[in-house]
């Protein structure tokens, strides 16, 4: 299993980023496959911030990141992405896409940055 993350990137205060989160060797189909985000800022443990089922359907957010982020997902392409807008110096964190199939897998991080 690799989940492959990008769109590392620093950015104003309001500002927009997107980052994506490229999947490959699920051992069940990544359809069926609820998939998160996770970020850890500097200092302090990880927190968990967005969910998607695997159809895409049903997704739930951190409330200090209702309204300003959107998960989503690419079925077709095994891809999962994560839409920030409205970013605030606070979301400056390590950003982790993460499955669970039968054990913990986490993407490589990908540094978001927000700052003036």
């Known amino acids: 299993v690799q989940l492959q993350a990008s769109g590392e990137g620093e950015v104003q205060p309001g500002g927009y980023l997107r980052l994506s989160c490229a999947a490959s060797g699920f051992t069940s189909p990544f359809d069926r496959t609820w998939m998160y985000w996770v970020r850890q800022a500097p200092g302090k443990e990880i927190e968990w911030i967005a969910s998607?089922?695997?159809?895409?359907?049903?997704?739930e957010y951190l409330d200090s990141v209702q309204g300003r982020f959107t998960v989503s997902r690419d079925n077709d392409g095994n891809t999962l992405y994560l839409h920030m807008n409205s970013l605030k110096p606070e979301d400056t964190a390590v950003y982790y896409c993460?499955?669970?199939?039968?054990?913990?897998?986490w993407g490589q991080g990908t540094l978001v940055t927000v700052s003036s």
């Open positions: 993460y499955a669970f199939l039968g054990s913990d897998y």
């Open positions: 998607i089922n695997g159809g895409g359907s049903k997704t």
